[in-house]
């Protein structure tokens, strides 16, 4: 148990880092990713108004009617990635600051940034 609580301080301190060098405005919302242990979510959030203006997760009903059972995280989370890109250029959104949220860059973190970039968000 004590290791999992070593983990997750590393991981709090790690988003606090982060989060203070990153800021959403206007111009260049903030991507914020979070994971659970089945689901990947993902947020793009204009910190000076405090709302979320696109979001895109694994539970969302149109994401998952196109996942498949035998489907890889890696390859839900690219999934995630590009629905989320397709919804914010919707909304004229083409820059973004990716906020990891603590979680290192590789993986379904990773895919889901990927995912982003390929349906043409920059960051």
């Known amino acids: 148990m004590k290791v999992l609580e070593i983990k997750k301080q590393r991981r709090t301190r790690r988003k606090y880092e982060i989060r203070n060098k990153i800021n959403g405005t206007s111009e260049a ?11 990947i979510y993902a947020q793009v959030i204009d910190d000076v108004t405090g709302k979320t203006l696109v979001s895109a997760s694994t539970i969302d009903k149109e994401i998952k009617g196109l996942l498949k059972p035998d489907m ?37 973190v990773k895919a889901l940034a990927d995912g982003c970039r390929k349906a043409g968000l920059e960051f």
């Open 29 to 39: 919302p903030r991507l914020s990713v979070f994971k659970s242990i089945c689901n």
């Open 72 to 108: 890889p995280k890696k390859a839900q989370s690219e999934l995630v990635g590009e629905i989320l890109a397709k919804r914010a250029l919707a909304k004229n959104i083409k820059n973004i600051a990716f906020d990891r949220n603590g979680y290192l860059f590789h993986g379904r």
